[in-house]
């Protein structure tokens, strides 16, 4: 019986240890709390959850911060990007490519563009920076953030 007494004293006793400080020792508290994975060394994926708990959407983009530098450079490249969506959401999860005439659409909205690729379950999108390259009317697009997001997921809004 003592035994079993002390384990539950012990097991009070960590809850208490663990137990999170009260919101008004957080200075932070009043902010809402973005939840981010280092998915290569300065590329950041943030997961957004459907109601059901599913993975609803994926954000990439480059830190631009750690203690050890700040990039200046937001671009990575569609390689990376296409490289860890694979990891991500694999080919079998992804579905076959979409025949719709609007796979593979790019869309230029003033110094933005995305490209959208449409799977069966999911479509991604890369958003580039768009600035002329000379006066000669090229452009130079820099990959800035990628999102993947599911078909058959409803993300909340006012994420």
């Known amino acids: ?6 384990l539950v004293c012990t097991a009070m006793l960590l809850l208490l240890v663990a137990k999170p400080q009260d919101d008004k020792h957080n200075p932070f508290s009043k902010y809402k709390a973005v939840e981010a994975y280092e998915v290569r060394p300065g590329i950041l994926m943030m997961p957004s959850y ?6 609803c959407e994926i954000g990439l983009e480059k830190r631009h911060y750690s203690p050890e530098v700040i990039r200046l450079d937001p671009d990575f490249s ?25 796979n593979d659409l790019i869309v230029v909205d003033g ?46 809004t006012g994420r």
């Open 111 to 156: 110094r933005g563009m995305t490209t959208i690729s449409t799977y069966e379950n999911v479509s991604i999108q890369i958003h580039s920076a768009v600035s002329p390259k000379s006066k000669k009317q090229e452009i130079v697009a820099t990959d800035v953030a990628a999102t993947i997001q599911w078909k058959n997921r409803k993300c909340p």
């Open 78 to 102: 569609h390689e990376q990007i296409d490289q860890i969506a694979d990891e991500l959401v694999p080919a079998s999860e992804r579905g076959p490519k979409s025949k719709d005439f609007a």
């Open 1 to 6: 019986m003592s035994r079993l007494a002390g």
């Open 50 to 55: 459907a109601e059901d708990g599913q993975v």
